[in-house]
Structure formats: structure tokens, C-alpha cells
């Protein structure tokens, strides 16, 4: 027990620290769910990064960042700026945020904001940054709309295109493959090795070509009497000569002679 406290509680320090230098740590969500908690911190290597964004002919930039305060404002991830003054709105806060996450993108939420002053029912305005994996590694921020004429549950919505959200792809080979394919590979240089061996070196022709031709036609020769000993019903044993005649070449009396060791009667 107090071994292994001395060992668990070192660990959990490390943990601890090593958790501590996520700055995904600074999003608050608004209910506390593993499952967000890791859509976040996949977005980790996206931190202490301003993306901005604007729309043309609107006179508004848009900066965006992932749970640090965007264009300096506290505690807001999202913010538009008027390019003319400079007067910065508050779209969402990180401190209010939900992240859904999919096969290859994560759809994360800044709620919050500074509140409408007529439109949306003066609701405080939120964000939808849907960020979608992308294997260029740039990453391609942009505003996509503000969706504000209607009576509650407005947004604005933004992309950002990373390769942080791509899905991790395991390696298709298992051992198991990888072994046989191992096996394959050496069985082909053995028998190619083999062929010229014994048709280059020792100048064998035809079926003889192939390596180590007398083992493996004995091993063959075994496993076929072995099948017939455990296969065959001893009704059948009277028919076995006639088979055996047509099937014997060179080896005939050699096996005819281990039958009889075989099977003795
Ligand atoms: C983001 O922008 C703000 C305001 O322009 C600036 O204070 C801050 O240092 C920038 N952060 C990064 C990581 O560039
Ligand atoms: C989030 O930050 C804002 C701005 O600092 C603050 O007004 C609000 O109370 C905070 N909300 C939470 C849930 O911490």
C-alpha cells in the first residue's frame, strides 16, 4: 500500500504538471463532458495563434482564437473588429465553450458574447467555429455568415481548415501480415535462389530444377501415406494396390516397402 502510493503519487505530480502546459485547459465548458474535454484538447497545437478573417466590403475583421483571448480582449475567443476605429465586439467567450467532435472535425462553440442590441431578441451573440481536417499544412481560416434574422439562436459561423482534427491512421498491417508477408518473402528467394542453383550450378532439368526436389517429393510421398493411413477405412485396403500402381514412379518400392512397416497386417 505504501509502496505503491510512494510510486502512484510521483506520477500523478507528473500528470498534473504536464497537464498544466495544455492551454486548452483555459477553455471553461459549459457542462463538463470527457468527451469535450478531448475534442478540445485535440485542438492543442491550434493555440496562441490569432486567425483572422474578414468578408469582403464588410469593413470588419474577425479573430479568432483557440481558448486565448483574441485581439487581447479578456477572456474572448472570438471578437470582430471594425477595421475604420478599432472597436472590438465580443462574439464568445472561451470561458463558455462546447466542442462536439466527429470522425475528421471538431464544431466548437464560444457562447456569451456582447448582446444584440435589437436583432435576435438582444440575446448575447455566439460563435460556430467548425473546424475541419486538411492535410495541406497551412491552416485557411474564414468567416462564412452571420445568421441574425430571426428571433433566437443566432450565430456566426466560421471554418478554419487544420490538419490537428485528421483522424490518426493506424497502420493497415497487423503482426500477423506482416509475418506472413515475411514468410512469403523468403519462401520466393529460397525458391528462385534454389532454381538457379540447381539448374546453373549443378545443371538439373525439369521437375529436378527445383531445390531440394528429393526432400520435399519424401515429404510429400510421407504426408500422402500418413493421409492414407488415418483417412482410408480398412474395407478399402484391398484397392489400395491397384492406386498405389498407378501412382508410383521412381519411389515405388521404397514406399511400398514403408506401407508394409505402416500398416502391418
Ligand atoms: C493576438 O493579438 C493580440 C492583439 O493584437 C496580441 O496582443 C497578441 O499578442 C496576439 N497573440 C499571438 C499569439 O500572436
Ligand atoms: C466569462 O468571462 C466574461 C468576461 O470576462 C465574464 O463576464 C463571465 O462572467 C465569465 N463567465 C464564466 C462562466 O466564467
Same mark, same amino acid.
Given at each position: ?5 510512494r ?6 505530480v ?12 483555459n ?5 463538463r ?5 478531448n ?6 497545437p491550434?493555440?496562441?495563434q490569432?486567425?483572422?478573417?474578414? *468578408?469582403?466590403?464588410?469593413? +470588419?475583421? +474577425? ?6 483571448? &483574441?485581439g487581447?480582449?479578456? =477572456?474572448a475567443?472570438?471578437?470582430?473588429k ?7 465586439v *465580443? ?7 462546447r466542442?462536439? *467532435? ?11 458574447? =456582447?448582446k444584440y442590441d ?5 440575446? %448575447?451573440?455566439? $460563435?460556430?467555429?467548425?473546424i475541419?481536417?486538411s ?16 428571433e ?5 459561423l466560421?471554418e ?34 534454389g532454381?538457379l542453383y540447381?539448374r546453373?550450378?549443378?545443371g ?6 527445383? %531445390? ?5 517429393s ?5 504426408? $500422402?501415406?500418413?493421409c ?5 477405412s480398412?474395407?478399402? *485396403?484391398?484397392? &489400395? ?18 506401407d ?6
Open positions: 500500500m505504501l509502496l505503491s502510493l510510486i502512484i503519487t510521483p506520477l500523478f507528473l500528470l498534473a504538471g504536464v497537464q498544466a502546459e495544455f492551454l486548452t485547459k477553455c471553461k465548458l459549459i457542462s463532458s470527457d468527451s469535450e474535454r475534442a478540445l484538447n485535440l485542438l492543442e491550434l493555440t496562441n490569432n486567425f483572422t478573417a474578414e *468578408r469582403p466590403g464588410e469593413g +470588419y475583421l +474577425y479573430i479568432f482564437q483557440v481558448c486565448g483571448d &483574441a487581447g480582449m479578456k =477572456d475567443g472570438l471578437v470582430q471594425e477595421k475604420k476605429d478599432g472597436t472590438l *465580443r462574439i464568445g467567450n472561451y470561458n463558455q465553450t466542442a462536439i *467532435r466527429g470522425s475528421d472535425w471538431v464544431l466548437l462553440f464560444y457562447e456569451g458574447g =456582447d435589437s436583432h435576435c431578441s438582444k440575446e %448575447p451573440r455566439k $460563435a460556430m467555429i467548425m475541419s481536417c492535410t495541406s499544412a497551412k491552416n485557411a481560416f474564414s468567416v462564412v455568415l452571420e445568421d441574425n434574422q430571426k433566437q439562436d443566432c450565430y456566426y466560421f478554419l481548415d487544420s490538419n490537428a482534427v485528421c483522424p490518426v491512421i493506424p497502420s493497415k498491417l497487423s503482426a500477423g501480415s506482416i509475418i506472413l508477408i515475411i514468410v512469403f518473402c523468403c519462401l520466393a528467394v529460397y525458391l528462385t535462389g532454381f540447381q546453373l550450378v549443378v538439373a532439368k525439369g521437375v529436378e530444377q527445383f %531445390p531440394n526436389y528429393a526432400f520435399w519424401e515429404i510429400g510421398n510421407l504426408s $500422402a501415406d500418413g492414407n493411413f488415418v483417412c482410408r480398412h474395407g478399402n *485396403r484391398e484397392e &489400395a494396390p491397384t492406386y498405389r500402381g498407378v501412382a508410383t514412379e521412381p519411389l515405388g518400392e521404397e514406399q511400398e516397402e514403408r508394409d512397416h505402416l500398416l502391418p497386417m
